[in-house]
């Protein structure tokens, strides 16, 4: 069956560094995977969509890369902030539909 | 407008009621979800209507049951629920269901159902 998986443990980081979450995926290609964020108690939030013929892809602060032969996507925010602290859902796109992963836990620093 | 509104934000209920949860958008999309979440973990979609059509339908017992009356507009109606279906119920809609270019999901901030 198709699986995604995201660290399940917390990230903790110090304001300024580079926060890198990963997203390794099994058992499917999938044409696209999208990044989320979300807070406790809201919505997510989309951030970033990469497709497979994307190496990289970059917004603001955020970079995400794909490799289709690794089946895993790195999503790095630069220069992070206490604002970036909320947790990171990435949801590669199935056969008919997002799969979501449960998600990283950043935490950032001050 | 880029929003998309659910009603009520919190819900208490028997396992005998009888309620709705509502979900609402005006950006002129023509897909739109409901996902369930619980705490720690992912959003688990439910249910898809696309050009207000049931498209998918994840196994989702009958006592959900999704409706679409409009392209705005998105319920879900529930029934004799039982306490293991408390969670956080959130309504997504995106411009179409099928395309890599048009993917991107707008979630509402969900409805907090709590069954008692």
């Known amino acids: 069956s198709q699986k995604i998986e995201q660290n399940s443990e917390a990230l903790n980081i110090q304001e300024g560094k580079t926060a890198t979450l990963t997203c390794n995926y099994t058992n499917y290609s999938p044409a696209y995977l999208q990044w989320y964020r979300q807070d406790p108690g809201r919505g997510p939030v989309f951030l970033l969509l990469?497709?497979?013929?994307?190496k990289e892809k970059r917004k603001e602060r955020l970079k995400v890369t794909f490799d289709t032969t690794l089946k895993q996507s790195l999503f790095h925010i630069t220069a992070s902030q206490p604002a970036d602290s909320a947790t990171y859902l990435c949801?590669?796109?199935?056969?008919?539909?997002?799969?979501f992963g449960a998600g990283t836990r950043l935490a950032v620093h001050p | 407008d880029t929003e998309v509104t659910q009603t009520p934000k919190h819900l208490v209920m028997g396992m005998t009621n009888k309620k709705s949860l509502k979900c609402e958008q005006h950006m002129g999309h023509r897909a739109m979800y409901w996902y369930k979440q619980k705490a720690k973990k992912p959003p688990e979609l439910m249910f898809v209507?696309?050009?207000?059509?049931?498209?998918i339908n994840e196994s989702v017992p009958s006592r959900f049951s999704p409706e679409c009356p409009n392209s705005s507009l998105l319920n879900l109606h529930l029934h004799a629920l039982q306490p293991e279906d408390s969670a956080l119920y959130l309504c997504a809609s995106s411009q179409a269901d099928w395309t890599p270019n048009t993917g991107e999901l707008f979630f509402g901030e969900g409805s907090r159902l709590t069954v008692l």
């Open positions: 949801a590669p796109r199935g056969y008919n539909k997002l799969i």
């Open positions: 990469i497709r497979e013929n994307e």
């Open positions: 209507y696309s050009y207000e059509k049931l498209s």
